[in-house]
């Protein structure tokens, strides 16, 4: 069965910097996209980055220049480095795969920017 486990979250100041991973089984892993979505409080779930099986990217705005997401197939992993982060992006931040026509998701990873 698919399984994506998110991993790196924690509390982190504005201006500093966190690197989320998700390792992925049950599934070929460098076929799919993969993407990073987060929801914040009384926000609806939205998405920050994706990144095709070849390596093409695409970010939301807001996060465009201060986040990067990259994969690692043989490992079967997913990365979001954040930067310069802000009290904004505070969120669950969720892996996500659309394998086979069908949604899957981690079970999610706080990130919490304060001072």
């Known amino acids: 069965q698919v399984q994506l486990v998110e991993s790196g979250g924690g509390l982190v100041q504005p201006g500093g910097s966190l690197s989320l991973s998700c390792v992925a089984s049950g599934f070929t892993f460098s076929r799919y996209p993969m993407s990073w979505y987060r929801q914040a409080p009384g926000k609806e779930r939205e998405l920050v980055a994706g990144?095709?099986?070849?390596?093409?990217?695409n970010y939301a705005d807001s996060v465009k220049g201060r986040f990067t997401i990259s994969r690692d197939n043989p490992k079967n992993t997913v990365y979001l480095q954040m930067n310069s982060l802000k009290p904004d992006d505070t969120a669950v931040y969720y892996c996500?795969?659309?394998?086979?026509?069908?949604?899957?998701w981690g079970q999610g990873t706080q990130v919490t920017v304060s001072s």
């Open positions: 990144i095709s099986g070849g390596g093409r990217t």
């Open positions: 996500n795969g659309r394998i086979s026509y069908s949604n899957y």
